[in-house]
């Protein structure tokens, strides 16, 4: 079946540590999100990509990167800069930026 | 800048009325519209979408949304609520010039038996 894997589902990781989420496709989309999800704040966006090789910031960039290597995969470093990691992750994908996404089901990210 | 506002934080429906969630958008063109849910803890999954045409769309589980350009508006209702409709809403616009889907806050329903 056609979807978007997130993995891992919860992730716990010591302050001033780095740490890799990942997100998988295999819809065949070009375009693939980041969103940060906090309590009564909505979905903010970190990063975009519309296309292999190339990725945006969004509102919210500061302390984050990615990577745009294959059109399958499109991986989150949450970095020491970010000042409060601690949320809900959720990675997305659409066939153009202007069509419904498709969601994965999230990475809850604790950071201690 | 585009953006979309939801007025309502929480509501709460007895089950078996009816429901209707606001939304109000911000956008210089006609605007690609859409509504999500989201269970606690899961991903998003699409409701309904509006591209063009008959401003009035259905979605899955029952639920339909009415496009209004006057008033900017694009309301998710549903005739009859289920416990199960429990959970949290998102509307979305359609980005100009090939950004992302932008979201308003939420709405978190609840439904009273």
């Known amino acids: 079946d056609g979807g978007i894997t997130q993995s891992p589902k919860y992730l716990f990781r010591k302050e001033g540590q780095n740490v890799t989420l990942s997100c998988e496709q295999n819809l065949n989309h070009d375009a693939m999100y980041w969103y940060r999800q906090d309590p009564g704040q909505g979905l903010r966006l970190i990063y975009y990509?519309?296309?292999?090789?190339?990725?945006q910031k969004g509102d919210i960039a500061e302390g984050y990167s990615v990577s745009r290597e294959k059109k399958e995969s499109f991986p989150l470093t949450v970095t020491s800069a970010q000042k409060n990691p601690t949320a809900f992750y959720l990675c997305?994908?659409?066939?153009?930026?202007?069509?419904?996404?498709?969601f994965g089901q999230g990475t809850r990210l604790t950071v201690v | 800048a585009q953006s979309v506002t939801q007025p309502d934080i929480h509501i709460t429906v007895s089950e078996g009325a009816s429901l209707e969630l606001r939304c109000n958008y911000s956008y210089g063109a006609t605007p690609y519209l859409f509504w999500y849910v989201q269970s606690p803890g899961q991903g998003l999954q699409l409701l309904l979408k509006y591209f063009s045409g008959d401003t009035l769309v259905q979605g899955i589980k029952g639920f339909e949304a009415e496009f209004k350009r006057s008033q900017s508006s694009f309301n998710l209702r549903k005739p009859s609520v289920h416990w199960s409709d429990a959970a949290e809403y998102f509307c979305a616009v359609g980005p100009q010039a090939g950004t992302a889907l932008i979201f308003g806050k939420g709405t978190t329903l609840s439904v009273s038996s």
């Open positions: 990509s519309q296309i292999v090789n190339d990725f």
């Open positions: 997305a994908s659409s066939i153009d930026p202007a069509r419904s996404a498709f």
